[in-house]
């Protein structure tokens, strides 16, 4: 078994209309063994800025606590947010860096930039960078996910159809995976506020 497939892991982000939906599953284990049914993947970095790691539930941890004191000495010089492609570009050479002992996580960055105009892009785990613009996925469950949201996604969705969408493909998608599930973690994101929701699904 691959070490990104240990703990077993679904993330994805969907671009709206001047939003975007960023989600995960809520599943830990250790190989068929479940652990925790209620683990946080995505992570805040600032009010219109979030990662979500999929692989190594402790790589991921570490990882989300460097990028956190990253950001903050940004803040601090800089006196203002970090712009999302600014931020994957940070991800994409930290990563980089440990190019011959990678952390075994598989980010996906979502923000809302200039003009409110949203960002989405995925990276391997030494970094190297995918830009899209309308959806991006990773985890175990990513084969099934590039299924679900290949036939659900629509262009320009208003945040609650951006809600229901990203819901469905992520619930349908992890019924076809082993190693998550147990209920998913949504958070969309506007101009003016962040919604964060908790979805119950198959717990077996
Ligand atoms: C996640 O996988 C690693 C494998 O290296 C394992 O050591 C760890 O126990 C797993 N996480 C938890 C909290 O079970």
Known sequence: M?????????????????????????RLGVQLQTVATDFQRVFKIHGKLYIGLSGLASDAQTLYQRLVFKHK??????????????????VSSMLYEKRFGPYFCQPIIAGLGQDDEPFICTMDCIGAKELAKD???????????YGACESMYKPNMEPEELFETISQALLSSVDRDCLSGWGGYVLIVTPTEVQERVLKGRMD
Do not use: H
């Open 2 to 26: 691959s070490i990104f497939e240990y703990n077993g892991s679904a993330v994805v982000a969907m671009v709206g209309k001047n939003c975007f939906a960023i989600a995960s599953d809520r």
């Open 73 to 90: 000495l940004y803040q601090l010089r800089e006196e203002r947010d970090m712009k999302p492609e600014t931020f994957a570009s940070l």
């Open 135 to 145: 959806f991006v996925v990773s985890g175990t469950a990513s084969e099934s996910l």
